[in-house]
């Protein structure tokens, strides 16, 4: 097998969460990763693909993936194996704070002088931080990992110091902390590729495909990103994608585009390999008009079959609807009202009323659209756990409301903010002014919490108006009413909403017994009793408020066209 000049690991949240007992409750129920996070960041396809442009090798693999559908799977014996010039590991979501550096300790005990190099949102955020791992060599900084790396990885081979590369935190060999010039801000993403291709010819290559894969599942539900740009122009109070936190850690006070033609190009590839769903990531209109009657004229010239996810981060008029509906026959949309609440929404920081959220599902739905996801939120400012039992009558209303027309496309969902409020939101920065008290702060107090014995230990905050105990009771107790509404408009089967809420009376049993064995002062008795658990812990595992299946837009009974990906794995065109 051939040896890769840079290795990218994924690593798992919590790194030896086979041996671990923790009930990770439903910090994952509404993404298509389990609570181990496996998904990769869509970084490391465009990292990949940009550096072997320039002629050096890159190797994808996804461990916690590994660990997942292998218990045997041993990660020492592979890391022993591996010889790269670096090793990198993403530090994106601060979910993996624990897993992201144990797999780099590990990686230091077989291979001490080869450089650890992280990146990602959160490794930028504590990029000060972290670099005073000793486990920890190099931090790049920011949004756009591409270019410094590629200086980064020149630096490496050469055998010499990397004081001109920018972005980048690091130690040099008086072991001082250095922190270069944040200079590498591009202003559009034309430069990268979001080919899929690239993944499929490095598993090949590496004779890996379960290393490859983005998460658990995925090849019987290939759903595809598609990202229009980098940065936001909105200022969410819990977001840590907002526009503060791009102006603040990646000097970007405006996003940075992807021309409509390569967007439409990338989608255009996509259907002609995979029968899945494809997401297009954020609020096309964020681009402006201009941008979004452009993309969307680009895709309508491409003829896609596929089912379309999009996002719209507010109401949209009835004209926009109807051009999603003459480019894409087959859309989805995905709203996110947070809370029913107009006073509550409005503090999260989204300024808009119920009326023209309702205006936007009915137009929606007149239109062709195929189904519209609906999510909300508990943990909000401003929100009660009164509150949250209302949005979920709201969400009564709704399906009644559009009974007629809905015919199964209103799918409404509600779960915590968990399990952490995110570094440089506007809430993590300034807590006291928004409602929020944090038990968590340094990425060390984060990585230790992460261990904790349940997620309403691994929670990092509580607000004003709901302590950490009544957010975890308000999420549970929704979501046993959400399933039963869900039951009755045929959303689920009778007897999967039985199943689920079983298993939700369950997990809310589990949390009162693991307030009784936390109150132990004993620390090795406490973990005996923890252990005790830990089968009931697996049980819920993947199914607790939700589930997953309910999510998945639809997909064609043959996922992939094989010929036409071998065909374009050899001809790149």
């Given at each position: 097998?051939?040896?890769?000049?840079?290795?990218?690991?994924?690593?798992?949240?919590?790194?030896?969460?086979?041996?671990?007992?923790?009930?990770?409750?439903?910090?994952?129920?509404?993404?298509?990763?389990?609570?181990?996070?496996?998904?990769?960041?869509?970084?490391?396809?465009?990292?990949?693909?940009?550096?072997?442009?320039?002629?050096?090798?890159?190797?994808?693999?996804?461990?916690?993936?590994?660990?997942?559908?292998?218990?045997?799977?041993?990660?020492?014996?592979?890391?022993?194996?591996?010889?790269?010039?670096?090793?990198?590991?993403?530090?994106?979501?601060?979910?993996?704070?624990?897993?992201?550096?144990?797999?780099?300790?590990?990686?230091?005990?077989?291979?001490?002088?080869?450089?650890?190099?992280?990146?990602?949102?959160?490794?930028?955020?504590?990029?000060?931080?972290?670099?005073?791992?000793?486990?920890?060599?190099?931090?790049?900084?920011?949004?756009?990992?591409?270019?410094?790396?590629?200086?980064?990885?020149?630096?490496?081979?050469?055998?010499?110091?990397?004081?001109?590369?920018?972005?980048?935190?690091?130690?040099?060999?008086?072991?001082?902390?250095?922190?270069?010039?944040?200079?590498?801000?591009?202003?559009?993403?034309?430069?990268?590729?979001?080919?899929?291709?690239?993944?499929?010819?490095?598993?090949?290559?590496?004779?890996?495909?379960?290393?490859?894969?983005?998460?658990?599942?995925?090849?019987?539900?290939?759903?595809?990103?598609?990202?229009?740009?980098?940065?936001?122009?909105?200022?969410?109070?819990?977001?840590?994608?907002?526009?503060?936190?791009?102006?603040?850690?990646?000097?970007?006070?405006?996003?940075?585009?992807?021309?409509?033609?390569?967007?439409?190009?990338?989608?255009?590839?996509?259907?002609?390999?995979?029968?899945?769903?494809?997401?297009?990531?954020?609020?096309?209109?964020?681009?402006?008009?201009?941008?979004?009657?452009?993309?969307?004229?680009?895709?309508?010239?491409?003829?896609?079959?596929?089912?379309?996810?999009?996002?719209?981060?507010?109401?949209?008029?009835?004209?926009?609807?109807?051009?999603?509906?003459?480019?894409?026959?087959?859309?989805?949309?995905?709203?996110?009202?947070?809370?029913?609440?107009?006073?509550?929404?409005?503090?999260?920081?989204?300024?808009?009323?119920?009326?023209?959220?309702?205006?936007?599902?009915?137009?929606?739905?007149?239109?062709?659209?195929?189904?519209i996801d609906l999510f909300f939120m508990i943990g909000l400012p401003k929100q009660t756990s009164q509150s949250v039992k209302e949005t979920i009558k709201y969400c009564e209303g709704l399906l009644e409301n559009f009974s007629k027309a809905n015919s199964g496309?209103?799918?409404?969902?509600?779960?915590?903010?968990?399990?952490?409020?995110?570094?440089?939101?506007?809430?993590?920065?300034?807590?006291?002014?928004?409602?929020?008290?944090?038990?968590?702060?340094?990425?060390?107090?984060?990585?230790?919490?992460?261990?904790?014995?349940?997620?309403?230990?691994?929670?990092?905050?509580?607000?004003?108006?709901?302590?950490?105990?009544?957010?975890?009771?308000?999420?549970?107790?929704?979501?046993?009413?959400?399933?039963?509404?869900?039951?009755?408009?045929?959303?689920?089967?009778?007897?999967?909403?039985?199943?689920?809420?079983?298993?939700?009376?369950?997990?809310?049993?589990?949390?009162?017994?693991?307030?009784?064995?936390?109150?132990?002062?004993?620390?090795?008795?406490?973990?005996?009793?923890?252990?005790?658990?830990?089968?009931?812990?697996?049980?819920?595992?993947?199914?607790?408020?939700?589930?997953?299946?309910?999510?998945?837009?639809?997909?064609?009974?043959?996922?992939?066209?094989?010929?036409?990906?071998?065909?374009?794995?050899?001809?790149?065109?």
């Amino acid at each position: 097998m051939p040896e890769a000049d840079l290795v990218l690991l994924h690593p798992p949240s919590v790194y030896d969460f086979r041996k671990k007992s923790i009930m990770y409750g439903p910090i994952s129920d509404l993404v298509p990763s389990t609570p181990i996070f496996e998904m990769y960041p869509i970084g490391f396809m465009t990292i990949s693909e940009y550096l072997q442009r320039y002629g050096y090798s890159v190797r994808i693999i996804n461990v916690a993936l590994r660990m997942l559908k292998n218990k045997r799977f041993c990660v020492e014996k592979l890391i022993k194996s591996l010889n790269p010039l670096a090793f990198g590991i993403d530090l994106h979501w601060l979910v993996h704070a624990q897993g992201s550096l144990e797999l780099a300790r590990i990686i230091k005990r077989y291979h001490p002088k080869t450089p650890i190099i992280f990146g990602g949102m959160s490794a930028s955020y504590y990029h000060q931080e972290l670099i005073r791992y000793p486990q920890v060599d190099y931090v790049i900084r920011g949004d756009s990992a591409e270019q410094p790396l590629l200086q980064l990885i020149k630096r490496i081979g050469q055998n010499e110091p990397p004081c001109d590369v920018p972005n980048l935190t690091w130690r040099n060999d008086d072991n001082k902390v250095r922190v270069n010039e944040f200079s590498h801000i591009p202003s559009d993403l034309d430069d990268v590729s979001f080919d899929y291709r690239n993944i499929i010819n490095s598993s090949i290559r590496y004779n890996d495909l379960i290393g490859h894969l983005p998460f658990q599942g995925w090849i019987n539900y290939p759903i595809v990103a598609v990202l229009p740009w980098k940065g936001c122009i909105n200022n969410c109070v819990i977001c840590g994608g907002s526009a503060q936190y791009y102006k603040r850690i990646c000097r970007r006070s405006i996003p940075s585009y992807r021309s409509p033609q390569l967007v439409a190009k990338d989608i255009g590839l996509i259907s002609k390999c995979l029968k899945g769903p494809i997401f297009i990531l954020d609020d096309i209109r964020q681009g402006g008009a201009r941008y979004a009657e452009e993309l969307l004229d680009k895709i309508r010239e491409k003829k896609i079959k596929n089912h379309i996810a999009m996002e719209i981060f507010s109401p949209a008029t009835r004209e926009f609807l109807k051009m999603i509906a003459r480019s894409i026959p087959n859309f989805n949309l995905q709203i996110s009202p947070e809370s029913h609440d107009e006073e509550v929404r409005k503090a999260f920081g989204k300024d808009y009323n119920n009326r023209s959220l309702e205006k936007t599902i009915e137009d929606a739905l007149e239109v062709g659209c195929k189904r519209i996801d609906l999510f909300f939120m508990i943990g909000l400012p401003k929100q009660t756990s009164q509150s949250v039992k209302e949005t979920i009558k709201y969400c009564e209303g709704l399906l009644e409301n559009f009974s007629k027309a809905n015919s199964g496309r209103i799918h409404p969902y509600i779960s915590a903010l968990s399990p952490f409020l995110d570094p440089g939101s506007r809430a993590f920065e300034d807590p006291q002014k928004y409602g929020y008290r944090l038990f968590y702060k340094t990425l060390e107090e984060h990585r230790q919490a992460l261990l904790q014995p349940s997620w309403k230990y691994i929670l990092s905050y509580e607000t004003e108006w709901m302590s950490r105990h009544e957010i975890v009771t308000s999420t549970y107790d929704a979501a046993l009413e959400l399933n039963r509404l869900k039951a009755r408009f045929g959303l689920l089967k009778q007897k999967e909403a039985e199943k689920l809420e079983v298993l939700i009376k369950e997990a809310k049993q589990l949390i009162r017994w693991i307030d009784e064995i936390v109150s132990i002062k004993d620390e090795k008795l406490r973990e005996i009793e923890i252990e005790k658990l830990r089968n009931r812990f697996n049980q819920l595992e993947n199914s607790n408020i939700s589930r997953q299946e309910e999510l998945r837009w639809p997909v064609r009974l043959v996922r992939f066209n094989l010929f036409r990906v071998m065909q374009a794995v050899l001809t790149r065109d």
